[in-house]
């Protein structure tokens, strides 16, 4: 059974380009669609040169009666972004909407990179390519 109250919002950097924006559309429709049955949801959002950006995702949420989100970024690791930019943007759209009278709870995590899997599968498309 899934929480309506709670929404997972995969965060990428972003592009201008709409061929860099495809993989991401691509990989979004995998994820819903092996969540299909779960009734989770999951929607994508861009830290910057793209829409939804991801303030604007946040906000969308928060109106639907969202109040918990989970940012989960799609970066390979922690840079000033996600250490500084990401977090500020979310303290302050949290903020806005606080005093609009929308509370929820938003956990930013870390990279995916950072995941063993991920560091897997990386090394082992690296060891192809090498061989």
Do not use: C
Request: charged share 20%.
């Amino acid at each position: 059974m899934s929480d309506t109250q709670r929404a997972s919002l995969l965060l990428a950097h972003g592009s201008s380009d709409p061929l860099w924006l495809e993989p991401f559309n691509h990989l979004l429709a995998q994820i819903r669609d092996q969540l299909k049955d779960s009734g989770s949801r999951v929607e994508m959002a861009y830290m910057e040169l793209a829409e939804p950006s991801m303030t604007g995702q946040i906000r969308t949420l928060a109106a639907e009666g969202i109040r918990h989100i989970d940012v989960l970024p799609l970066f390979f690791a922690a840079g000033r972004h996600l250490r500084k930019d990401v977090p500020a943007m979310i303290d302050a759209v949290q903020q806005e909407l606080a005093s609009e009278g929308h509370i929820l709870e938003i956990n930013l995590h870390k990279p995916v990179g950072l995941e063993p899997e991920v560091a897997s599968a990386i090394s082992q498309v690296v060891i192809r390519q090498v061989r």
